[in-house]
């Protein structure tokens, strides 16, 4: 009864004031009309209502993009905006996260030029007039060519203040900060922690681990944000860098086949400079924020904390053994700049020699070179076991040098200068000041020292850390430098491509046909191809000069002239159609050309069919995706059709529909790969198009059919083949590698008055041997007969019976 009158009494207060508060709304509710009562009424129902529609509206939404997501991820598509960005889907979780890709403007790339091609004549890299082509190279280390060139990415790493990555460091900072005046507060409170023990105080002690559990769990929360936020930074870098690197890797320009068969910059290993390196580096980059800011600002703090406790003599003393440690590291340091980018480059080229035996198996397989391979792989394996040993033979002694002096030396003389306020009071600063005040008390002096001394010897072992991630840096530092010179080695080639930036290097002259003396002229939007005067030549890596295959050659073919490209085996057929796509330059003369893939533009179908990732779909529609399938209006109905009249038509049924993945290049057979290119073909109908050697894995019967189907689309056929069959097909025959020295060509038109008495000769010909058969057949049964003798008496030797047997019935053959 106790109880409940206790909580009657106690809920009273509660009742009393919610029976006010409903006298308080019943009457101001009285005081209105009944109209504003009204108007209130319909607000309240239409916000609900309306609040209702907009989150039913969000909500349909969002699941709208989830399945839209979902359906261009399984297409392995995405969406174009009208600014020329992109969106795409990546997995996430159980659903899709959506990404939007910005294109990077040319005017940026214009604006980094200078810094990759031009460098300052300071940085060490060129002369600032001219520039070094390649670069003159230079010792991956701390110097001012690491400065330039660490700069320069960093332009593009952080483009503007107001961008992400600026955000993610200032929040990265802040709690570098935090955890350096953490650091200063758990000094204070160990000491005092280790004071009250030495006293017996048990209140302040208790209380002391209370403040102390709670500190450190802030402090463990602030340590591990500082790793998230590091992380952070190092994707973020890396998604600058790698979107750039592709802008300007993958365009328009074909950079992607010239930065590896045209300029030797940086060889084949392209894949592992985007990949590997730039990983490193981005890694390497981010973390210097932390090692090298976050000690700095440490050391600071730390001195001047350390300053007041024991005065100028100790100061002098710290900076003293910071100067002579640095300076020990950094002359028995060994150049761990140097080592990382020779080691990435070794990286590199074991890891190409697996890159080339995977894209070659088949090859290597049917040759059965798999020891010899393997010794290759041995070979380039031992080599970079080696030298990662004679990497790690150098550390032993700087490890050995660095961990005693940073660890053990600087311990010691640690508690050599927390002594000084005992032992030398006079010059050991606000610690020597409490020791000189009240000598007189003798338990409370010893406490007053066991405090200083904690709290001294928390921030000495604090100082000792960040004077070590100091030295550390240095090590750090170096293994950037070498990170940062692979990196910016990739960029400069890029850009000296995408510009055509060669030039012949100083007291040398400029082969003939190279890349500094390219004088040609390609124009895009003629309706036809046409090529006047120019040089057929295979270029060679700058700065080699090329090697001539014709001299000068000009045609020009309008549109339904269809042209056969014909000549002998290595005499540049393949190479007319390499100049006209822009991927060989275009030496001398002019080139005039169709401007893009579509319906007046112009297709190149190369030697070797490419099939690439993705679904059935994909393959027919290469180079577009299924967004601009759609576009342009096309559905499978119609590429069902493209696939029968490519003679491919059973193969959806065949491999499971149109959004079927497969390693593709696998799957179909040598003719089918042809038929697809051929496919590719009739689904973007374009006015002109280069076939090269296109049919060879195909039937003569199937490959006209081919090409009639090709010229009911309206598209001129430009064929670079041998066979003498695909005449019929075409309207004019140049013929390539005539003349004694391989250079000459010959420009005819097919069944021309020349032409007819040719094949009349050759039909000819042919009669006067048909003649001759007979008498052919009645020496072939001699010939016969005489080989059925034995020359050992003249007798003829028996049929043998398993012949006998062959020739039988088969019935008479018992089972």
């Not at 000491?191 to 209370?210: C, P, Q, T, Y």
Request: proline letters at 4%.
């Amino acid at each position: 009864m106790a109880s409940q009158s206790t909580l009657r009494h106690s809920a009273d207060p509660i009742a009393n004031l919610y029976q006010q508060y409903m006298k308080l709304f019943r009457d101001r509710l009285k005081g209105t009309s009944r109209s504003t009562r009204l108007v209130g009424t319909l607000v309240l129902a239409l916000s609900i209502i309306v609040s209702g529609a907009g989150g039913r509206r969000w909500w349909n939404k969002q699941k709208a993009e989830k399945e839209q997501g979902r359906r261009l991820l399984r297409r392995n598509s995405g969406l174009k905006n009208k600014d020329g960005s992109r969106i795409i889907f990546v997995p996430y979780k159980d659903s899709t996260s959506k990404v939007t890709i910005h294109p990077t403007k040319s005017l940026t790339f214009d604006a980094h030029r200078r810094l990759f091609l031009n460098p300052p004549r300071a940085s060490g890299l060129s002369d600032g007039v001219t520039p070094q082509i390649p670069p003159p190279q230079t010792k991956p280390g701390l110097n001012l060519a690491f400065l330039h060139q660490f700069l320069s990415l960093l332009s593009i790493m952080i483009p503007r203040w107001t961008s992400k990555e600026t955000g993610l460091l200032l929040s990265h900072g802040m709690f570098l900060m935090l955890r350096t005046y953490l650091s200063l507060v758990v000094a204070r409170l160990d000491g005092e922690i280790v004071r009250d023990l030495v006293a017996g105080n048990g209140k302040s002690f208790v209380w002391g681990i209370i403040k102390w559990c709670g500190i450190g769990s802030f402090a463990s929360y602030t340590n591990a944000m500082i790793k998230f936020l590091q992380s952070k930074v190092s994707i973020a870098f890396r998604t600058r860098l790698t979107r750039y690197i592709h802008d300007l890797y993958l365009n328009d320009s074909l950079n992607y086949y010239k930065l590896s068969n045209l300029d030797g910059g940086i060889g084949q290993g392209a894949d592992q400079f985007i990949t590997q390196d730039l990983t490193h580096f981005c890694a390497s980059a981010a973390s210097l924020y932390s090692s090298l800011g976050k000690p700095f600002v440490d050391l600071l703090v730390f001195n001047y904390q350390l300053y007041r406790s024991l005065g100028p003599l100790a100061l002098t003393g710290l900076m003293s053994n910071y100067f002579l440690t640095a300076t020990i590291l950094r002359k028995l340091s060994p150049p761990f700049g140097k080592l990382k980018a020779v080691e990435g480059r070794k990286e590199g080229d074991f890891r190409g020699l697996h890159a080339r035996l995977i894209a070659n198996a088949e090859e290597v397989a049917f040759y059965g070179g798999a020891s010899m391979e393997k010794n290759f792989l041995d070979r380039e394996f031992k080599g970079l076991k080696r030298f990662m040993e004679d990497i790690y033979t150098l550390k032993i002694r700087y490890n050995i040098l660095e961990d005693f002096v940073l660890k053990y030396s600087w311990s010691a003389y640690g508690y050599l200068l927390s002594s000084l306020p005992v032992f030398l009071p006079a010059w050991g600063g606000l610690g020597g000041i409490q020791e000189l005040a009240d000598p007189s008390v003798t338990g409370g002096r010893e406490r007053d020292r066991m405090k200083s001394f904690i709290t001294n010897k928390r921030l000495m072992l604090s100082l000792a850390d960040a004077g070590g991630r100091m030295m550390y840096s240095i090590k750090d530092l170096s293994e950037l430098a070498g990170y940062t010179s692979r990196v910016y080695t990739l960029i400069s080639t890029l850009h000296r491509v995408h510009a055509n930036a060669y030039f012949p290097q100083r007291g040398t002259h400029a082969e003939l046909f190279s890349l500094s003396d390219v004088q040609g002229t390609i124009q895009k939007g003629f309706d036809g191809v046409r090529l006047e005067n120019v040089p057929i030549a295979a270029p060679s890596i700058f700065p080699h000069g090329g090697e001539e295959l014709i001299d000068s050659l000009s045609m020009i073919v309008h549109s339904g002239e269809h042209l056969l490209i014909s000549g002998p085996n290595g005499v540049g057929k393949s190479a007319v159609a390499r100049i006209v796509a822009g991927l060989w330059p275009v030496y001398r003369g002019l080139v005039s050309r169709p401007r893009t893939v579509g319906t007046d533009g112009i297709m190149f179908l190369p030697q070797r069919p490419y099939l690439s990732v993705g679904t059935l779909r994909d393959q027919v529609i290469y180079p577009d995706g299924e967004i601009e399938m759609r576009d342009r209006g096309r559905r499978d109905i119609e590429l069902k059709r493209i696939l029968e009249e490519a003679r491919l038509g059973y193969l959806p049924d065949r491999e499971g529909g149109w959004d079927t993945r497969k390693e593709w290049k696998d799957v179909l057979s040598g003719g089918e790969k042809q038929r697809m290119a051929i496919a590719r073909l009739l689904y973007h109908e374009p006015r002109y198009a280069f076939i090269d050697e296109g049919t060879s894995a195909v039937s003569s019967d199937v490959e006209g059919l081919l090409y009639e189907n090709c010229k009911e689309k309206g598209i001129t056929l430009i064929t670079i083949s041998t066979r003498a069959s695909l005449k019929k097909y075409h309207t004019f025959n140049l013929t390539l590698g005539m003349g004694d020295d391989g250079t000459e060509w010959e420009w005819e038109r097919i069944g021309t008055e020349k032409e007819k008495m040719g094949v009349e000769r050759e039909l000819h010909e042919l009669r006067e041997r048909l003649a001759k058969v007979k008498d052919w057949e009645s020496r072939q049964a001699e010939i016969n007969e005489e080989l059925a003798k034995v020359w050992v008496g003249g007798e003829v030797l028996e049929s043998p019976t398993y012949t006998e047997q062959n020739t039988a019935d088969p019935n008479d053959i018992p089972s």
